[in-house]
């Protein structure tokens, strides 16, 4: 169906910076709204950022104005800039994407990749 590959994540002090890294593939499919979500421990996976296929963001309170989520639409790639990182940002990063071909419409997601914030 759809995959996605996800990179970047690792650990980093607080104050610091990371960027994470998705690109989809899936033959035929037209990848749709991209996202990024995170899961810390004992937590319910949460919204971090989202953005559509023009461009449209949005953002979880927790992150305005310290991440930035971007895509490039030739090669289905979502990045997820995170500066001013903060120990409370530490969880698993997981990718998603709503991808359609008529007439399926499907929502994918990625392995997730550790980011983890020292104080």
């Known amino acids: 169906q759809v995959s996605l590959v996800e990179s970047g994540g690792g650990l980093v002090q607080a104050g610091g910076s990371l960027r994470l890294s998705c690109a989809a593939s899936?033959?035929?499919?037209?990848?749709?709204?991209m996202g990024w979500y995170r899961q810390a421990p004992g937590k319910q996976r949460e919204l971090v950022a989202t953005?559509?296929?023009?461009?449209?963001?949005n953002y979880a309170d927790s992150v305005k104005g310290r991440f930035t989520i971007s895509r490039d639409n030739a090669k289905n790639t979502v990045y997820l800039q995170m500066n001013s990182l903060k120990p409370e940002d530490t969880a698993v990063y997981y990718c998603?994407?709503?991808?359609?071909?008529?007439?399926?419409?499907?929502?994918?997601w990625g392995q997730g990749t550790q980011v983890t914030v020292s104080s």
């Open positions: 953005i559509t296929s023009t461009y449209s963001t």
């Open positions: 998603n994407c709503n991808a359609a071909r008529w007439p399926m419409s499907l929502d994918s």
């Open positions: 899936g033959i035929g499919f037209r990848i749709n709204t």
